[in-house]
């Protein structure tokens, strides 16, 4: 067997696996607790053809997609800032540190009570728990480049905004993209969070209904949905992680 | 001797506060979204002193307590077992890689149905939750025992044992007890994320509790005593952990 055939083999053999135990825990704790994976998957497949799913799907996939776009945007503006400007970074970061810490759920009625019902407190739900490993690991990114390149920017005189996007950006991009990577997968967290505890419509929400009903079939596709997509995703962005540290290492060889 | 940064930064902090007990006494904002600081402090002294949240604080510590126990010995076995079985490890590192993008929280509804609402399905989601990061911070540390260390293990001939007990453990330590340091935040943020979703007790049960019927100077004065405990836990191990490096030359 070839190098690659078997790197690509043993995950597989591993997800086999996976659903083998899945098959022998719903032999051993039953029907109602734990519903077998075909099922499973079939109970899935309907959910996702119902005419009143697509509303839900929809609201989640909106208030994600808001929280995403903020969290990476602010993230690795206030980053980029704080790494940069040394100081200021100094003063923040453990203050930042500290609130990465802390159990955010326990903030949750304060958000609500904020933002009402709603899209708002899901999408700042989504925002508080993403954005903080973003903004640390492009700071980190941002202290860690090379300090020549930036001599070199400023025999060349930049403007800090030219510096920044020319000059530290690239540099340290493959850095912040696993804070970007990481900041996905908590921003899907937060979202979801925050349709859990209250909201009258998307994934959490049937999530919520389904665990007042006891249907143990729609507990179980849901979160198999939700952890399908936060896995692909995270692997996709996983793989372009490493494409662009292999570039990065390539070019630094070159020179 | 303060440094600088660090003054500015109480600087920093001290104005927020007083920014916000002058905005809420003076009633620029409404004491229905967000109580005085000082307000919150006596309402969590009150607590305190009534006692009636023993019971609840003893389930979430006693929670968070055995699911660390459990988290940090699986953790720790199954990253030395991995480590031993280089086959498997890198068939299970891309799972291990993307586990902390599964949301978690969407399997604790199972585990109620499974094991019925109590103490058992929030030390279980908190010892999933949690292990993963020990057992990644395992294999980092046994990556990273100097080379120079295990050839000085063979010409000692120690048995296995011994070369794990006196050379690898100790040479993985620092690893270690950031994994810890971080299994620990986990266990906090599991058990009462679940006593928040569904339960019928604890600390963060009493939170929602208090949300619901509008208790708002309660309510803010267990959210402050949650952050206070888990502050309180994070900065003793930080300085466990400086001391440590101290004590090791670095």
């Given amino acids: 067997m070839t190098e690659r055939l078997r790197s690509a083999l043993a995950p597989i053999a591993v997800l086999l696996f996976l659903l083998l135990i899945w098959q022998l825990m719903h032999r051993i704790v039953g029907n109602q607790a734990l519903t077998a994976p075909v099922p499973t998957l079939e109970h899935l497949w309907r959910l996702v053809g119902e005419a009143r799913f697509l509303p839900h799907l929809r609201e989640t996939s909106f208030a994600f997609l808001q929280s995403l776009a903020i969290v990476w945007v602010a993230g690795v503006f206030f980053g980029v800032v704080l790494g940069a400007h040394r100081f200021a970074g100094e003063v923040m970061e453990p203050l930042i540190v500290g609130l990465y810490s802390i159990p955010k759920?326990?903030?949750?009625?304060?958000?609500?009570?904020?933002?009402?019902?709603?899209?708002?407190?899901?999408?700042?739900?989504?925002?508080?728990?993403?954005?903080?490993?973003?903004?640390?690991?492009?700071?980190?990114?941002?202290?860690?480049?090379?300090?020549?390149?930036?001599?070199?920017?400023?025999?060349?005189?930049?403007?800090?905004?030219?510096?920044?996007?020319?000059?530290?950006?690239?540099?340290?991009?493959?850095?912040?993209?696993?804070?970007?990577?990481?900041?996905?997968?908590?921003?899907?967290?937060?979202?979801?969070?925050?349709?859990?505890?209250?909201?009258?419509?998307?994934?959490?929400?049937?999530?919520?209904?389904?665990?007042?009903?006891?249907?143990?079939?729609?507990?179980?596709?849901?979160?198999?949905?939700?952890?399908?997509?936060?896995?692909?995703?995270?692997?996709?962005?996983?793989?372009?992680?490493?494409?662009?540290?292999?570039?990065?290492?390539?070019?630094?060889?070159?020179? | 001797m303060m440094s600088r940064a660090a003054s500015l930064r109480l600087g920093i902090v001290a104005i927020a506060l007083v920014a916000l007990e002058v905005a809420c006494r003076s009633g620029a904002i409404s004491d229905k979204v967000l109580v005085a600081p000082s307000r919150m402090v006596i309402a969590m002294a009150e607590l305190l002193a009534s006692g009636e949240l023993l019971p609840d604080l003893e389930q979430t510590f006693s929670a968070v307590g055995i699911a660390l126990c459990a988290s940090v010995a699986g953790g720790v076995a199954a990253g030395l077992a991995l480590h031993a079985m280089p086959v498997v490890r890198h068939a299970l590192e891309p799972y291990l890689g993307a586990?902390?993008?599964?949301?978690?929280?969407?399997?604790?509804?199972?585990?109620?149905?499974?094991?019925?609402?109590?103490?058992?399905?929030?030390?279980?989601?908190?010892?999933?939750?949690?292990?993963?990061?020990?057992?990644?911070?395992?294999?980092?540390?046994?990556?990273?025992?100097?080379?120079?260390?295990?050839?000085?293990?063979?010409?000692?001939?120690?048995?296995?044992?011994?070369?794990?007990?006196?050379?690898?453990?100790?040479?993985?330590?620092?690893?270690?007890?950031?994994?810890?340091?971080?299994?620990?935040?986990?266990?906090?943020?599991?058990?009462?994320?679940?006593?928040f979703i569904m339960s019928t007790s604890g600390v963060g049960h009493q939170i929602a509790l208090a949300y619901d019927n509008f208790q708002g100077a309660r309510m803010y004065g267990l959210i402050v005593l949650v952050l206070l405990i888990t502050v309180t836990t994070n900065m003793l191990l930080y300085g466990y952990e400086r001391l440590a490096a101290r004590r090791r030359g670095a």
């Fill in chain 1, 105 to 255: 759920v326990t903030l949750y009625p304060v958000i609500l009570l904020l933002f009402g019902l709603g899209m708002h407190a899901k999408v700042a739900f989504g925002i508080l728990q993403g954005i903080i490993p973003v903004v640390l690991f492009s700071m980190n990114a941002v202290r860690n480049v090379n300090r020549s390149y930036l001599r070199a920017a400023s025999v060349m005189q930049l403007t800090p905004l030219q510096r920044g996007w020319f000059v530290l950006m690239p540099a340290a991009l493959p850095e912040i993209f696993s804070g970007l990577r990481i900041g996905f997968s908590l921003t899907v967290l937060g979202t979801m969070l925050g349709e859990l505890f209250a909201s009258q419509r998307g994934l959490g929400f049937l999530l919520m209904s389904a665990i007042e009903l006891q249907d143990t079939k729609t507990i179980l596709s849901i979160a198999l949905l939700i952890t399908t997509f936060a896995v692909t995703a995270n692997m996709l962005l996983g793989a372009v992680e490493r494409r662009l540290r292999r570039s990065q290492a390539s070019n630094a060889e070159r020179r």
């Fill in chain 2, 99 to 195: 586990y902390y993008a599964i949301p978690h929280f969407a399997f604790y509804p199972l585990l109620v149905v499974m094991f019925g609402l109590g103490v058992m399905p929030l030390v279980l989601l908190a010892s999933l939750f949690s292990m993963v990061v020990v057992i990644a911070a395992t294999l980092t540390g046994l990556d990273r025992v100097p080379r120079v260390l295990l050839k000085t293990a063979l010409l000692y001939r120690m048995t296995p044992w011994q070369s794990f007990w006196s050379i690898r453990l100790p040479a993985a330590l620092p690893h270690l007890l950031s994994g810890v340091k971080l299994a620990v935040s986990y266990c906090f943020i599991a058990v009462i994320g679940g006593e």
